[in-house]
């Protein structure tokens, strides 16, 4: 089993800047995918971008593309998530998500261990 706990949300006036943290722990061994989710007010959970684990292989979602940077550290089983410029839109709980089954980056379904999230709210 997986645990998934993320770190670094808040309040943030937009144009700003937040660095999400999300750490592994538990005797499984992470060796696909992870990636960051998020899910506003009223509005379905989303893909915002995933990491492979070699870290060779990248994804986002258009509307943060340029804005984010997601990277991974595997010997402390952590994964980030850089944003910049953040926007309104971007108020949402992000939650970190580990790949347990085959299948696209993008895909909800392929992700088999989920963190319980971190709020981004971003003020104008």
């Known amino acids: 089993q997986v645990q998934l706990v993320e770190s670094g949300g808040g309040l943030v006036q937009a144009g700003g800047s937040l660095r999400l943290s999300c750490t592994a722990s538990g005797r499984a061994v992470i060796t696909g995918g992870m990636g960051w989710f998020r899910q506003a007010p009223g509005k379905e959970r989303e893909f915002v971008t995933a990491i492979d684990w070699s870290g060779d292989n990248i994804y986002y979602v258009d509307s943060v593309s340029g804005r984010s940077t997601i990277s991974r550290d595997n010997a402390k089983r952590t994964v980030y998530l850089q944003m910049n410029n953040l926007k309104p839109e971007d108020t949402a709980v992000y939650y970190c998500?580990?790949?347990?089954?085959?299948?696209?980056?993008?895909?909800?379904?392929?992700?088999?261990?989920w963190g319980q999230g971190t709020q981004v709210t971003v003020s104008s």
């Open positions: 998500a580990a790949q347990r089954y085959s299948g696209s980056f993008s895909a909800f379904s392929t992700y088999g261990y």
